[in-house]
């Protein structure tokens, strides 16, 4: 079974700060997914990775994929109080980047004003 | 509708009943998948339906949890003598069969009483 451990499980930090999350696993995944979630609503892909050691950045988000597939990290640079809400690392097997999602437990992400 | 369509939005029943949960994906959509999130385990996989494969059933939790779809586009999770352990908020994605990227619903919050 891959289970992916995701940390912290909680952030709460000030508007302007940085941040890091990570996902990490003892099993190689094809591709790692990040999704944010807010209450009441569904995942929304933010990016998906899939070569060790690639990194994608998305305004002032960063992705990163490990260099042996088996974690990835999140970064925000400058926090700002619309980054709040639940992210979630998931991945897939199977070498492909679609089929059945693990993901990790989340972390909730709480930037104050 | 532009995106995964869930209804009910929430359902409320008593244990021992059975419930249906739906599931409308997005129109072109081949693959169809279903999860669970609870507080205690996070968000797991119960079903994965690709075109006319059959499915991968390996995350259902038991022989009373079953899903059909019906001319590959609708779905129906039926979840037979609920149990108070089955509360939880069941999601639907959808996907092309090429592309990782899932798109959720808003999921049906289901409670046992």
């Known amino acids: 079974t891959q289970l992916l451990e995701q940390s912290p499980q909680f952030l709460s930090i000030q508007e302007g700060e940085n941040l890091t999350v990570y996902c990490n696993s003892s099993?190689?995944?094809?591709?790692l997914q990040w999704y944010r979630q807010e209450p009441g609503e569904g995942p929304v892909l933010l990016v998906t990775?899939?070569?060790?050691?690639e990194v994608k950045k998305l305004k002032r988000l960063t992705f990163q994929f490990g260099d042996a597939r088996k974690d990835s990290s999140l970064h925000i640079t400058a926090a700002q109080p619309g980054d709040t809400g639940l992210y979630l690392c998931?991945?897939?097997?199977?070498?492909?980047?679609?089929?059945?999602?693990?993901f990790g437990q989340g972390t909730i992400l709480t930037v104050h004003p | 509708g532009a995106g995964v369509s869930q209804s009910p939005s929430n359902k409320v029943t008593e244990k021992g009943k059975d419930v249906e949960l739906r599931c409308d994906p997005i129109?072109?959509?081949?693959?169809l998948y279903w999860y669970r999130q609870s507080l205690g385990q996070g968000l797991e996989f119960l079903i994965y339906?690709?075109?006319?494969?059959?499915?991968?059933k390996s995350g259902l939790p038991s022989d009373r949890f079953s899903a059909e779809r019906t001319g590959g586009s609708v779905s129906t999770l039926t979840i037979q003598r609920t149990q108070q352990e089955d509360s939880a908020v069941y999601l639907c994605?959808?996907?092309?069969?090429?592309?990782?990227?899932?798109?959720f619903g808003d999921g049906t919050r289901l409670s046992i009483l």
């Open positions: 990775v899939v070569t060790g050691g």
């Open positions: 339906f690709q075109g006319n494969s059959a499915p991968d």
């Open positions: 129109s072109g959509h081949t693959a």
């Open positions: 099993s190689v995944f094809s591709s």
């Open positions: 994605a959808s996907s092309l069969a090429s592309s990782g990227a899932q798109h």
């Open positions: 998931a991945g897939t097997t199977g070498g492909t980047s679609y089929g059945k999602l693990t």
